[in-house]
């Protein structure tokens, strides 16, 4: 079993800066992905970026350049750099575990990005 503890959400003007934390226990696998999904009010929940093992990572097109994903090894942590905030950055961000067998999901962290 697989447990994921999100922290870091919050208020910030646009242009600002936030990073979120999200902590790994249980029986993680080194073949895992690691990840940061989000939903805005009214839309569909959608990848932001996400992490391998060994990582190799990848982004949402609307993030690139501004978002940076990292993964702490050792510590069980997975990390999310966001720069540049946007107002339409503003959402629930989700961390989420997709292992071999099964898939976790963190309890949600809010993001606000003001005008």
């Known amino acids: 079993q697989v447990q994921l503890v999100e922290s870091g959400g919050g208020w910030v003007q646009a242009g600002g800066s936030l990073r979120l934390s999200c902590a790994v226990s249980?029986?993680?696998?080194?073949?895992?992905?690691l990840g940061w999904f989000r939903q805005a009010p009214g839309k569909k929940r959608e990848l932001v970026a996400g992490?391998?093992?060994?990582?190799?990572?990848n982004y949402a097109d609307s993030v690139k350049g501004r978002f940076s994903i990292s993964r702490d090894n050792a510590m069980n942590t997975v990390y999310l750099q966001m720069n540049s905030l946007k107002p339409e950055d503003t959402a629930v961000y989700y961390c989420?575990?997709?292992?071999?067998?099964?898939?976790?999901w963190g309890q949600g962290a809010l993001v606000t990005v003001s005008s």
């Open positions: 992490i391998t093992g060994t990582g190799s990572t």
């Open positions: 989420n575990y997709k292992g071999p067998v099964f898939e976790v």
């Open positions: 249980g029986s993680v696998s080194v073949i895992s992905v």
